[in-house]
Protein backbone atom coordinates (compact mmCIF):
# COMPACT_ATOMS: atom_id res chain seq x y z
CA UNK A 1 0.00 0.00 0.00
CA UNK A 2 0.77 3.74 0.02
CA UNK A 3 1.65 4.16 -3.61
CA UNK A 4 1.68 7.42 -5.15
CA UNK A 5 2.18 7.89 -9.30
CA UNK A 6 3.32 11.25 -11.22
CA UNK A 7 2.52 11.85 -14.43
CA UNK A 8 4.31 13.11 -16.99
CA UNK A 9 7.44 10.70 -15.91
CA UNK A 10 9.53 13.26 -17.95
CA UNK A 11 8.97 16.17 -19.91
CA UNK A 12 10.64 18.76 -22.19
CA UNK A 13 8.70 22.28 -23.39
CA UNK A 14 10.11 24.76 -25.26
CA UNK A 15 10.63 28.43 -22.92
CA UNK A 16 7.67 29.94 -22.34
CA UNK A 17 5.25 27.54 -21.92
CA UNK A 18 3.13 25.94 -19.16
CA UNK A 19 3.35 22.55 -17.99
CA UNK A 20 0.96 20.52 -15.49
CA UNK A 21 2.85 17.48 -13.21
CA UNK A 22 0.25 15.32 -11.52
CA UNK A 23 0.47 13.60 -8.51
CA UNK A 24 -1.62 10.45 -7.50
CA UNK A 25 -2.33 8.33 -4.20
CA UNK A 26 -3.56 5.21 -5.66
CA UNK A 27 -5.09 3.28 -2.46
CA UNK A 28 -5.32 5.96 -0.29
CA UNK A 29 -7.08 9.47 0.25
CA UNK A 30 -4.64 12.63 0.76
CA UNK A 31 -5.93 15.67 2.32
CA UNK A 32 -2.16 17.34 2.31
CA UNK A 33 0.52 16.63 -0.46
CA UNK A 34 4.02 18.16 -0.98
CA UNK A 35 5.80 19.24 -3.97
CA UNK A 36 9.67 18.91 -4.13
CA UNK A 37 12.18 20.05 -6.35
CA UNK A 38 15.90 18.72 -6.62
CA UNK A 39 18.60 20.14 -8.37
CA UNK A 40 21.28 17.74 -9.66
CA UNK A 41 23.06 16.17 -6.73
CA UNK A 42 21.69 18.31 -4.53
CA UNK A 43 18.85 17.46 -1.71
CA UNK A 44 15.25 17.76 -1.74
CA UNK A 45 13.87 21.05 -1.20
CA UNK A 46 9.92 21.37 -0.18
CA UNK A 47 8.15 23.93 -2.67
CA UNK A 48 4.72 24.20 -1.34
CA UNK A 49 2.39 21.90 0.62
CA UNK A 50 -1.21 21.29 -1.21
CA UNK A 51 -4.26 21.48 0.60
CA UNK A 52 -7.55 19.92 -0.42
CA UNK A 53 -10.27 22.00 -0.78
CA UNK A 54 -8.24 25.44 0.22
CA UNK A 55 -5.14 27.17 -1.23
CA UNK A 56 -1.93 25.70 -1.03
CA UNK A 57 1.27 26.92 1.10
CA UNK A 58 4.25 28.07 -0.35
CA UNK A 59 7.86 28.19 1.06
CA UNK A 60 9.41 31.40 0.86
CA UNK A 61 11.41 32.44 -1.99
CA UNK A 62 8.71 30.10 -4.24
CA UNK A 63 6.79 32.25 -5.95
CA UNK A 64 3.50 30.85 -5.96
CA UNK A 65 2.21 32.83 -9.45
CA UNK A 66 4.69 30.53 -11.34
CA UNK A 67 3.73 27.22 -9.55
CA UNK A 68 -0.03 26.90 -9.36
CA UNK A 69 -0.98 23.94 -7.27
CA UNK A 70 -4.43 22.97 -7.43
CA UNK A 71 -5.32 20.39 -5.27
CA UNK A 72 -9.05 19.23 -6.34
CA UNK A 73 -9.71 16.06 -4.94
CA UNK A 74 -8.39 13.25 -1.99
CA UNK A 75 -6.18 11.46 -4.56
CA UNK A 76 -4.89 13.92 -7.17
CA UNK A 77 -2.76 17.43 -6.77
CA UNK A 78 -1.79 18.65 -9.65
CA UNK A 79 1.56 21.29 -10.46
CA UNK A 80 1.57 23.99 -13.02
CA UNK A 81 4.69 25.39 -14.05
CA UNK A 82 3.87 28.44 -15.90
CA UNK A 83 6.03 30.04 -18.51
CA UNK A 84 8.47 27.70 -18.09
CA UNK A 85 12.48 28.98 -18.19
CA UNK A 86 15.50 26.79 -18.78
CA UNK A 87 16.17 27.52 -14.91
CA UNK A 88 13.03 26.22 -13.97
CA UNK A 89 14.59 22.61 -15.25
CA UNK A 90 15.01 20.13 -12.46
CA UNK A 91 13.16 17.11 -10.84
CA UNK A 92 10.03 17.78 -9.12
CA UNK A 93 8.43 15.17 -6.96
CA UNK A 94 5.66 15.01 -5.15
CA UNK A 95 4.97 12.77 -1.59
CA UNK A 96 1.78 12.32 0.61
CA UNK A 97 1.04 11.09 3.85
CA UNK A 98 -1.89 8.70 4.16
CA UNK A 99 -4.77 9.85 6.39
CA UNK A 100 -5.32 6.51 7.94
CA UNK A 101 -1.18 6.73 8.59
CA UNK A 102 0.64 8.88 11.34
CA UNK A 103 0.69 12.07 10.26
CA UNK A 104 4.48 12.43 9.50
CA UNK A 105 4.96 9.12 7.15
CA UNK A 106 5.29 10.58 3.99
CA UNK A 107 5.23 8.36 0.74
CA UNK A 108 6.98 9.34 -2.55
CA UNK A 109 6.33 9.94 -6.24
CA UNK A 110 8.68 8.91 -8.54
CA UNK A 111 9.58 12.12 -10.01
CA UNK A 112 9.45 13.74 -13.00
CA UNK A 113 12.11 14.95 -15.07
CA UNK A 114 11.01 18.88 -16.41
CA UNK A 115 13.72 20.09 -19.31
CA UNK A 116 13.01 23.51 -20.63
CA UNK A 117 14.56 24.18 -23.90
CA UNK B 1 14.58 27.81 10.79
CA UNK B 2 14.86 24.20 11.65
CA UNK B 3 18.37 22.42 9.42
CA UNK B 4 19.72 19.13 8.90
CA UNK B 5 23.35 18.33 9.10
CA UNK B 6 24.33 14.94 7.30
CA UNK B 7 27.75 13.35 6.87
CA UNK B 8 29.61 11.65 5.42
CA UNK B 9 28.32 13.41 1.55
CA UNK B 10 30.09 10.32 0.11
CA UNK B 11 30.84 6.90 1.65
CA UNK B 12 33.08 4.11 -0.35
CA UNK B 13 32.71 0.70 1.11
CA UNK B 14 33.16 -3.10 0.57
CA UNK B 15 30.11 -5.24 0.19
CA UNK B 16 30.14 -7.06 3.84
CA UNK B 17 31.41 -4.12 5.77
CA UNK B 18 28.79 -1.79 7.59
CA UNK B 19 27.96 1.69 6.76
CA UNK B 20 26.71 4.42 9.16
CA UNK B 21 25.42 7.64 8.46
CA UNK B 22 24.93 10.27 10.83
CA UNK B 23 22.90 13.54 10.56
CA UNK B 24 22.43 16.50 13.36
CA UNK B 25 18.74 18.53 13.77
CA UNK B 26 18.29 21.94 15.03
CA UNK B 27 14.46 21.66 15.96
CA UNK B 28 14.25 20.21 19.76
CA UNK B 29 10.61 20.25 18.40
CA UNK B 30 11.10 17.40 15.95
CA UNK B 31 9.80 14.08 17.37
CA UNK B 32 9.92 12.04 13.83
CA UNK B 33 12.87 10.94 11.51
CA UNK B 34 12.55 8.51 8.30
CA UNK B 35 15.47 8.01 6.39
CA UNK B 36 15.28 7.38 2.28
CA UNK B 37 17.25 5.84 0.00
CA UNK B 38 17.10 7.20 -3.48
CA UNK B 39 18.32 5.40 -6.25
CA UNK B 40 19.53 7.56 -10.47
CA UNK B 41 16.18 8.59 -11.60
CA UNK B 42 13.56 7.44 -9.26
CA UNK B 43 11.73 9.03 -6.37
CA UNK B 44 13.14 8.47 -2.52
CA UNK B 45 12.29 5.44 -1.29
CA UNK B 46 11.13 4.94 2.48
CA UNK B 47 13.20 2.72 4.52
CA UNK B 48 13.13 3.12 8.29
CA UNK B 49 11.74 5.85 10.83
CA UNK B 50 11.84 6.30 14.61
CA UNK B 51 9.78 8.44 16.49
CA UNK B 52 10.80 10.54 19.36
CA UNK B 53 9.50 8.07 22.24
CA UNK B 54 11.95 5.63 20.68
CA UNK B 55 15.55 5.24 20.89
CA UNK B 56 16.53 2.28 18.30
CA UNK B 57 14.95 0.59 15.71
CA UNK B 58 15.59 -2.31 13.41
CA UNK B 59 14.64 -3.65 10.55
CA UNK B 60 16.67 -6.73 9.15
CA UNK B 61 20.23 -5.34 7.49
CA UNK B 62 18.82 -1.11 8.69
CA UNK B 63 19.11 0.04 11.98
CA UNK B 64 18.30 3.74 13.15
CA UNK B 65 19.28 4.96 16.49
CA UNK B 66 18.15 8.49 18.20
CA UNK B 67 19.43 10.23 20.55
CA UNK B 68 17.40 13.39 21.56
CA UNK B 69 19.28 15.18 23.80
CA UNK B 70 22.13 15.28 21.65
CA UNK B 71 19.92 16.25 18.67
CA UNK B 72 21.52 13.18 16.16
CA UNK B 73 20.09 9.96 14.88
CA UNK B 74 21.85 7.67 12.59
CA UNK B 75 21.64 5.34 10.10
CA UNK B 76 23.41 1.78 10.23
CA UNK B 77 23.71 -0.64 7.07
CA UNK B 78 25.10 -3.81 8.15
CA UNK B 79 26.23 -6.44 5.59
CA UNK B 80 26.42 -3.98 2.51
CA UNK B 81 25.03 -4.99 -1.16
CA UNK B 82 26.05 -4.09 -4.39
CA UNK B 83 22.52 -3.33 -4.62
CA UNK B 84 22.43 -0.81 -1.58
CA UNK B 85 24.40 1.98 -3.31
CA UNK B 86 22.21 4.95 -3.44
CA UNK B 87 21.85 8.27 -1.80
CA UNK B 88 20.37 8.22 1.28
CA UNK B 89 18.38 10.93 2.76
CA UNK B 90 18.09 11.54 6.54
CA UNK B 91 15.03 14.23 7.78
CA UNK B 92 13.41 15.44 10.79
CA UNK B 93 9.74 16.63 10.75
CA UNK B 94 8.86 19.83 11.82
CA UNK B 95 4.72 20.66 12.59
CA UNK B 96 2.49 22.59 10.09
CA UNK B 97 0.98 26.07 11.14
CA UNK B 98 -1.89 23.85 10.24
CA UNK B 99 -3.68 21.19 9.08
CA UNK B 100 -1.64 19.01 11.63
CA UNK B 101 0.58 17.24 8.79
CA UNK B 102 3.94 17.58 9.58
CA UNK B 103 6.55 19.14 6.89
CA UNK B 104 10.00 17.03 6.45
CA UNK B 105 13.33 19.19 6.41
CA UNK B 106 16.23 16.86 4.61
CA UNK B 107 19.73 16.60 5.19
CA UNK B 108 21.97 16.99 1.91
CA UNK B 109 22.39 13.50 1.43
CA UNK B 110 25.24 10.68 1.59
CA UNK B 111 26.18 9.04 -1.53
CA UNK B 112 26.60 5.13 -0.80
CA UNK B 113 28.86 3.39 -3.19
CA UNK B 114 29.32 -0.99 -2.55
CA UNK B 115 32.07 -2.43 -3.57
CA UNK B 116 31.83 -5.94 -4.82
Known amino acids: GAVVSQHPSWVICKSGTSVKIECRSL??????MFWYRQFPKQSLMLMATSNEGSKATYEQGVEKDKFLINHASLTLSTLTVTSAHPEDSSFYIC?????????????FGPGTRLLVL | GENVEQHPSTLSVQEGDSAVIKCTYSDSASNYFPWYKQELGKGPQLIID?????GEKKDQRIAVTLNKTAKHFSLHITETQPEDSAVYFCAASISLYSGGYNKLIFGAGTRLAVHP
Open chain 1, 27 to 32: DFQATT
Open chain 2, 50 to 54: IRSNV
Open chain 1, 95 to 107: SAPPRRARQETQY
